[in-house]
C-alpha cells in the first residue's frame, strides 16, 4: 500500500517539478534576471527582485502539492534552497520567509515545523552560496545541498510534530518521493541558471573575435587620432563588418564626426542627442531601445533603438561610438558586448596612436582576429597593461603591442602541418612578454634548447603549457617565479620539459588537469595531451610531475623520425 502511494506522489510531484523548472527555464531568458545573474554584485534591490521570484515558487510548490497524512509532498524547498544558493542568506530568508508562512497558512498539524523547516533552508543554503559561486560544476554541489536540507528537514518534522506515531507516519509517506524529486529540481534548476553565465561567455567570445577583426582593419587610419576622416573611416568598416546593423556613428565631446547608414541625410550635421551627451558626461554606454529614446528630431525618423559606448584617452571621455538599429528593442547582448569591445579597443588605438605622436613611434599593432575559442580575460587584461605603459613608457606600450599582435596572428594562423620548435619558442615568448610586463618583474622564463634539437612540433603545443604553469603555478605566490623551458634529444625522441618553481599540484588536479572536456573545447593542456596521443599514440601523451609546494614539470615527447620532418608532416594542429 504504501508503494501505491509512493508513486502516486512520485507522479504527482513530477508535475510540478516540470512547472517549476519550465518557470525558471523561462524567467532565466528574461533580460532583467539575466542582468541581476550577470553583476558582480547583487544590490539589496537585486536580492528583493530574486527573493519574491523565488518565494512564488516556493508558495507554488506547496500549492500544487499532493495531500497525505495531515501533510503535503511538496516542491516547495526547490525555490528556497535555490534562492539562498544564488543570491545568499538574505534571499534565501526571504524566499524561506514566503514559502514558510504561506504553508503555515494551509495548515494541519505539521505546519509550524514545515515553515521552520522551509525558513531554515533557505538561511543554511545561503551559507552554501560562495562555495557554489567557486565550483566549475555547480550543479553536484546544488544536488550534495538539497539532498543534506532536504534530510535535515524530515529529521525536524519529527523532532518537532507530535504526536510521534502520526509524524513518524507522515515521513514515511513522503520521505522517499521528496528526497529524490527535491534535489534534483534544485540541482536542474542550477544548471539552467549556470547557462546565463555560459551563453554571456559565448557572447563574449563572440564580440571580441568580431571586434579585434573590425580593430584590425581600422588600426591604420586611427593612427591619425581622432578626425573626420579616420572617424569616417572607422564608421565605414564597422558598417560593413558587423550585419543587421542600420547605421554607424561616432562622434566627439561636441558634434558628429561621422555618420555612415540609414539616417545620414540628417543625423550628420545634428548635435548631440541626449543619451549621447549622457554617455559623454558619465563615460557609461547608454542602451536606447525606442524611437522616443533615440532622440532624433526628426519624426520620420525609420532608426528604433541604438548603443552609444564611450571613446577614452586614459579616463577621459574624447568622443562616442554608437550603433544603431531600425526596430525598437533589437539590440542584443552581442551587439551590446560588440560595441563595448569595439569602443574598448578603438580608445586603445587612439591612445597608442598619442603615444606615437608624442614619441615619434611607429607602432606595428596588427591585431588580427581570434579563433573561436578566445579568452576575452586574457585579451582585455592586455590591453589595460599596454595602455598604462602608453602613458608611462610609450617605446615598452609599442613592443608588448607587437607581441600582442604576433601572438593572436599565431593564434589565427594554426598551420596544418608541424612547424619549427623555433616558431613555437617565438611564439611563447610573444606571451611570456606580455605577462612578465604584468608580473611587474616577479617573473622569469629561461630557455635551454639543446643545438641539435632543430626539429618540428605540432603548433600550440609550447604556449598552453606555459601559460599554465603562469597562471595556476606562479600567479598564486606573491613573490612570483621562474619558468625552465628545454629542448634536447633522449634517445629516439625529442624531449621537451616546461618545468616551474609555483606552488605546485596534488595528484587529483592533475588528474583533473587532464581529464577531456568536450564542453569547453579550450587549448589547455587537456587538449595538448590529447593531441599529442592522437598524432603519436597513447604513449606520448604528457607527463605531469608535481606536488604541492615544490612546483610542476610537464614533459612532452615527440618521435624523433616526425620531429625531423623525416615522415609526412600534414597532422592537423
Not at 525558513?119 to 567557486?134: N, P
Not at 599596454?386 to 603591442?401: D, G, H, W
Not at 630557455?447 to 603549457?465: G, N, R, S, W
Request: glycine share 8%; net charge neutral; aromatic share 6%.
Amino acid at each position: 500500500m504504501l508503494f501505491l502511494k509512493w508513486g502516486h506522489i512520485f507522479n504527482q510531484m513530477l508535475i510540478g517539478l516540470v512547472l517549476t523548472l519550465v518557470i525558471v527555464f523561462f524567467v532565466s531568458k528574461a533580460k532583467l534576471f539575466r542582468n541581476i545573474m550577470l553583476r558582480g554584485a547583487i544590490s539589496s534591490a537585486d536580492k528583493t527582485v530574486m527573493a519574491v521570484f523565488f518565494g512564488i515558487i516556493s508558495v507554488l510548490g506547496s500549492y500544487i502539492g499532493v495531500p497525505t497524512d495531515d501533510g503535503f509532498a511538496n516542491t516547495r524547498a526547490i525555490g528556497v534552497i535555490v534562492a539562498g544558493l544564488v543570491g545568499g542568506r538574505a534571499t534565501g530568508l526571504g524566499a524561506g520567509l514566503m514559502g514558510g508562512l504561506y504553508r503555515y497558512y494551509l495548515g494541519g498539524f505539521s505546519a509550524a515545523a514545515s515553515a521552520i523547516a522551509t525558513i531554515s533552508e533557505g538561511i543554511v543554503a545561503g551559507l552554501f552560496q560562495e562555495r557554489l559561486a567557486r565550483s566549475n560544476n555547480k550543479w553536484p554541489v546544488a544536488l550534495a545541498v538539497g539532498s543534506f536540507l532536504e534530510v535535515a528537514h524530515m529529521g525536524l518534522l519529527l523532532m518537532i510534530n507530535r504526536p510521534f506515531e502520526q509524524a513518524v507516519s507522515l515521513v514515511a509517506s513522503i520521505s522517499p518521493p521528496m528526497l529524490v524529486m527535491n534535489p534534483i529540481g534544485i540541482a536542474l534548476a542550477i544548471a539552467i541558471l549556470e547557462n546565463i553565465f555560459r551563453e554571456q561567455e559565448l557572447i563574449e567570445g563572440s564580440a571580441a573575435r568580431q571586434a579585434l577583426q573590425i580593430a584590425s582593419n581600422t588600426i591604420h587610419h586611427l593612427r591619425r587620432g581622432l578626425t573626420r576622416r579616420s572617424a569616417e573611416q572607422t564608421a565605414q568598416i564597422v558598417y560593413d563588418s558587423v550585419s543587421n546593423v542600420a547605421a554607424v556613428c561616432i562622434t566627439d565631446r561636441e558634434e558628429v564626426l561621422a555618420f555612415i547608414g540609414i539616417g545620414a541625410d540628417h543625423h550628420y550635421s545634428t548635435i548631440l542627442t541626449t543619451s549621447t551627451r549622457n554617455t559623454v558626461t558619465t563615460g557609461e554606454y547608454t542602451l536606447a531601445q525606442t524611437r522616443r529614446e533615440v532622440g532624433c528630431p526628426r519624426q520620420d525618423c525609420p532608426l528604433g533603438s541604438k548603443i552609444v559606448t564611450p571613446l577614452k584617452d586614459n579616463e577621459t571621455v574624447i568622443g562616442t561610438l554608437v550603433i544603431y538599429k531600425l526596430e525598437e528593442n533589437s539590440i542584443r547582448p552581442l551587439e551590446i558586448e560588440l560595441a563595448k569591445g569595439l569602443a574598448q579597443l578603438i580608445s586603445t588605438q587612439l591612445e597608442v596612436s598619442k603615444g606615437e605622436r608624442e614619441s615619434n613611434l611607429r607602432a606595428q599593432a596588427e591585431i588580427k582576429s581570434l579563433q573561436a575559442q578566445i579568452n576575452p580575460h586574457f585579451l582585455f587584461n592586455a590591453l589595460n597593461t599596454i595602455r598604462y605603459y602608453c602613458r608611462q613608457e610609450p617605446e615598452v606600450a609599442r613592443k608588448l603591442l607587437t607581441h600582442l599582435g604576433n601572438f593572436y596572428r599565431n593564434n589565427l594562423a594554426v598551420p596544418s602541418n608541424l612547424i619549427t620548435l623555433e616558431k613555437e619558442i617565438n611564439h611563447v615568448n610573444d606571451y611570456v612578454k606580455i605577462e612578465s610586463f604584468r608580473f611587474q618583474g616577479k617573473l622569469q622564463v629561461d630557455y635551454e634548447i639543446a643545438k641539435d634539437c632543430q626539429c618540428f612540433v605540432p603548433p600550440l603545443i609550447l604556449q598552453p603549457i606555459v601559460e599554465n604553469a603562469i597562471k595556476h603555478g606562479l600567479y598564486p605566490k606573491q613573490d612570483g617565479g621562474k619558468v625552465l623551458i628545454r629542448g634536447q634529444l633522449q634517445g629516439r625522441d625529442v624531449e621537451i620539459v616546461v618545468e616551474d618553481d609555483g606552488v605546485g599540484m596534488t595528484k587529483q588536479q592533475i588528474l583533473e588537469a587532464l581529464k577531456p572536456d568536450p564542453n569547453r573545447q579550450n587549448i589547455g593542456i587537456s587538449n595538448v595531451d590529447s593531441r599529442l596521443r592522437s598524432l603519436f599514440g597513447e604513449q606520448y601523451g604528457l607527463m605531469v610531475y608535481s606536488d604541492p609546494g615544490a612546483g610542476t614539470r610537464v614533459v612532452i615527447r615527440i618521435p624523433i623520425k616526425e620531429a625531423r620532418g623525416d615522415a609526412q608532416s600534414d597532422y592537423s594542429g
